[in-house]
């Protein structure tokens, strides 16, 4: 199975491909992660990527198209694997189509999660982040057992430094600019589902796999 996750940022993507690949046994692709993880090791990529992130832009198409397929090519994805923001433009939604066309393969699912701008805002002002081991929980919707600690892990939960509310509305305006035009990219090409992300985050879960078949 081969899913993609679209919706704005904060709408519950991550959430919901985390849960989505536990239950497939797939893995769970964030690019998000993958820069994160890039800056916390201090490697070129990630001094690239920091600069954008921080100020709620995309990092550029010719760093992030590499970096995801190369991960898509990885041993542990050949049973499939769920896309959590990616694509995020349509050049990088048309390099994904090409190459897996390319190798005979083709995207299953892409799972619009639909929340509107103002509950955006509200996620991502209460989002925590471990820092370590990169569980996302929200101080009022999914709080961790104890206050500022991982559940999974036991390190420190941070507000992410583009949860900011400055930054967070920059990168609404950024979905909308060039993210959103991926839900007709997908609906053209048949695979798009759409689900209502503001409902309580395990309902939406439940409606995630009923329009998935599975
Ligand atoms: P994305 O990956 O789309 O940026 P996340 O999955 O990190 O979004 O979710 C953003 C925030 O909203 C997190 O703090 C998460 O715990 C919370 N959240 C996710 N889904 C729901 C939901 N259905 N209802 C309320 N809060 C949610
Ligand atoms: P996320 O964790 O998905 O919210 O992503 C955090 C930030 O990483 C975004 O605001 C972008 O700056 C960057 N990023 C993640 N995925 C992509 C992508 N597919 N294209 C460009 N930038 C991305």
Redesign the pocket.
Known sequence: MKII?L???????????KKIAEKYGIPHV?T?DIFRANIKGGTELGKKAKSYMDQGQLVPDDVTIGMLLDRISQADCENGYVL??FPRTIPQAKSLTDALNARGEKMDYAVD?DVPDEAIVT??G????CVKCGA????A??PPKAEGVCDACGDTLVLRDDDKPETVQKRLTVYHDQTQPLIDYYRNEGILVAVD?????N??FTDIIAVLGA
Do not use: I, W
């Not at 209460?126 to 982040?129: E, H, N, Q, V, Y």
């Not at 992300?197 to 985050?201: F, H, I, S, V, Y």
């Open positions: 996750m919706g704005a940022p904060g709408a519950g993507k991550g959430t919901q491909a964030s998000g959590d923001g999660v996620r991502m209460g989002r925590r982040a996302t929980y929200h101080v919707f999914n992300g503001t409902k309580e985050l309902q939406v």
